[in-house]
């Protein structure tokens, strides 16, 4: 885990890193944040280029059957258009001529962005012969990193098995007085997931009440209008405790997992007229980045094997069960429809395949 630690805080502050792969080292840098696009090319020895996952070559009407492809960048491009590439909901499609599939490193190197909560986008450059002595140099000096391009490629599972419990408290809560507060964290120390344990779990009998909820800063806690996450939050406690008890799950994927400041860029796209799943293409990003294995390790932690699920997303329930998880069955769980998320929701429900038939058909 050291390696990938210590890569996502490099690219968080904008070094590279370099990527061994069996036949040759690559040079990565975040795309994000970028201050030249010639000192890669002096580092690495090499003219660098840009990656980009399917989701942002879709968004640009390139279908691409690999997972991310390079572009071959002119020889003269600024750092505004490479953002533009990369980001904007129109650009560059002229530049697409000189696409080809990413390799497992490019891909590797894709992964640790968005592990990063970056923009999945970034430079990269084989290094050559005459520079190759002088980066392995700066790799034995500690001034630079490498890393095994499988191990990069992997870094988006979340070390599964391997979260650590690290605190609770009893908190009360309004609507459940006898709560408890249990925080877990990930290895690599981004991420701190919190189990909301309401009532006594360790006496019920048959499948527990769950709730598995993604943070939304903006809804949670500021009680924003474009969505219905605070609303369903606030809801779940209420209905668990009504149960008996169970569990809330509130899980640091921000965005649907693409991170705050990608999900007020996104918001921005939306402003324009893009609906939540484009503007996440646009991006770079697909449908939905979450990660539910870190929910399982939470669960088993816990001792809950069968659960009673409060969701209307059937791809939560198919992460529990392929996690070895039992969801004996499932609860709707709505907030209310209004003029301002119905946009959000009705595209949750047509293209993400949310169960809200229900509650969208009722007149506002």
């Known amino acids: ?45 090499s003219r660098p280029s840009l990656l980009l996952t399917r989701h942002r070559l879709a968004a640009m009407g390139v279908s691409l059957d690999a997972e991310a492809a390079k572009l071959t960048l002119p020889r003269h491009i600024d750092t505004a258009g490479l953002n533009a590439l990369a980001t904007a909901e129109q650009a560059g499609q002229h530049l697409l001529s000189g696409l080809a599939p990413a390799s497992v490193g490019e891909q590797g190197a894709l992964a640790l962005m968005r592990r990063a909560l970056l923009i999945p986008a970034a430079l990269c450059a084989e290094i050559a012969p005459n520079a190759a002595q002088e980066l392995e140099e700066r790799i034995q000096k500690g001034e630079l990193l490498a890393i095994d391009a499988d ?54 009998q048959g499948a527990v009440p769950l709730r598995l909820h993604s943070a939304c800063l903006t809804g949670d806690l500021f009680g924003s209008l474009r969505c219905d996450c605070g609303e369903q939050l606030r809801n779940a406690v209420g209905d668990i405790q009504k149960m008996g008890g ?12 693409i991170g705050l400041a990608n999900k007020l860029r996104a918001y921005t796209l939306q402003d324009g007229g893009l609906d939540t799943v ?87």
């Open 1 to 45: 885990m050291y390696q990938i630690e210590r890569a996502i805080f490099d690219i968080r502050r904008g070094l590279p890193v370099v990527i061994d792969m069996d036949d040759k080292r690559l040079l990565v840098q975040a795309l994000e944040g970028i201050d030249s696009v010639t000192a890669l090319a002096e580092l690495s020895g």
């Open 151 to 204: 191990l990069a490629g992997d870094c988006l599972n979340g070390s599964l098995g391997m979260l650590k419990r690290v605190s609770e408290a009893r908190i009360p809560l309004e609507d459940a007085p006898e709560s408890r507060f249990v925080l877990f964290r990930e290895p690599d120390g981004l991420r701190e997931h919190v189990a909301v344990v309401i009532g006594d779990i360790d006496a019920m």
């Open 246 to 257: 169970g569990v809330l799950l509130y899980l640091a994927q921000e965005g649907r997992g």
């Open 278 to 364: 484009d503007a996440d293409q646009v991006l770079g990003f697909g449908d939905d980045e979450r990660q539910y294995g870190v929910a399982v390790d939470m669960l088993n932690a816990l001792g809950v094997d069968k659960v009673q699920l409060l969701t209307n997303n059937p791809l939560k329930i198919e992460a529990l069960v392929s996690g070895g998880i039992e969801v004996v069955s499932r609860q709707a769980l709505y907030g209310s429809v209004t003029d301002q998320n119905h946009r959000y929701l009705s595209a949750k429900a047509n293209r993400a395949g949310h169960m809200l038939d229900e509650v969208l058909s009722v007149p506002r």
